[in-house]
């Protein structure tokens, strides 16, 4: 097993697979082998929790050019917060003690737009289970339309990306006394970052140090 890395060394090595990533030049050594899954059959040790969206072009293990046992990986449309997320973070950063947290949004997000669609078209969705994932987007945006960015769609979209990423982020960051308690006294940081589409980067936008 690797040995433990901090925050900002497990924050380095996420930008350094997601520049090879992006830059097509993806390692071809990455842990992905027989002896590789073998090792993991006694536990594991990632070293950084990506609270990710569904969306089959973001899986987060190749755009951070990392292998098998790296990631502790929680995916769910709009990358929202709900207790089933914060219990997942809770037990990873208390079970492995991992100390990097992602909450990982993207370009065009297809939730955010369909809140966006809800809000100003009223076009709701008939599933009421599709709607609770709506409705938890819809804080963290809803204030935007207020504001110019109403009457430019695209510009509006990539506005709520974020907004709806620093939301989950502070539900991460204060909405729980373990995840609480471990970054006032243990060292554990909580990032927001996007997912370009176009450019396969990563932007960590959110309480990153040094920046993206």
């Known amino acids: 097993m690797p040995t433990k890395l901090s925050a900002l060394e497990a924050l380095e090595r996420l930008r350094e697979g997601n520049l090879r990533f992006a830059n097509n030049l993806s390692n071809p050594d990455k842990p992905l082998s027989h002896q ?3 090792e993991l059959m006694s536990g594991q040790e990632p070293f950084a929790i990506i609270l990710g969206c569904s969306d089959s072009r973001v899986p987060a293990e190749i755009i951070f050019d990392q292998g098998l046992g790296d990631l502790f990986v929680i995916r769910v449309a709009g990358n929202i917060v709900a207790p089933s997320q914060v219990g ?3 037990f990873a950063v208390s ?8 909450v990982l949004g993207h370009s065009r997000c297809g939730a955010v ?6 809000l100003l078209d009223g076009e709701g969705t008939e599933s009421r289970n599709v709607a609770a994932i709506v409705n938890r987007v819809m804080p963290a945006v809803r204030g935007l339309l207020d504001t110019e960015l109403r009457h430019d769609r695209p510009a509006l979209l990539r506005a709520s990306v974020r907004a709806n990423v620093r939301a989950s982020v502070d539900h991460l960051r204060h909405g729980s006394a373990i ?10 940081v909580v990032i927001g970052a996007e997912y370009s589409l ?8 959110d309480g990153a140090p040094g920046g993206s």
């Open 88 to 90: 997942s973070v809770e």
């Open 36 to 38: 590789r899954r073998e």
């Open 113 to 118: 737009t369909a809140t966006l669609e809800t």
């Open 179 to 188: 995840i609480e308690s471990l970054i006032q006294d243990d060292g554990l």
């Open 198 to 205: 176009e450019s396969g980067m990563v932007d960590f936008f």
């Open 95 to 102: 079970r492995y003690h991992t100390r990097l947290v992602i």
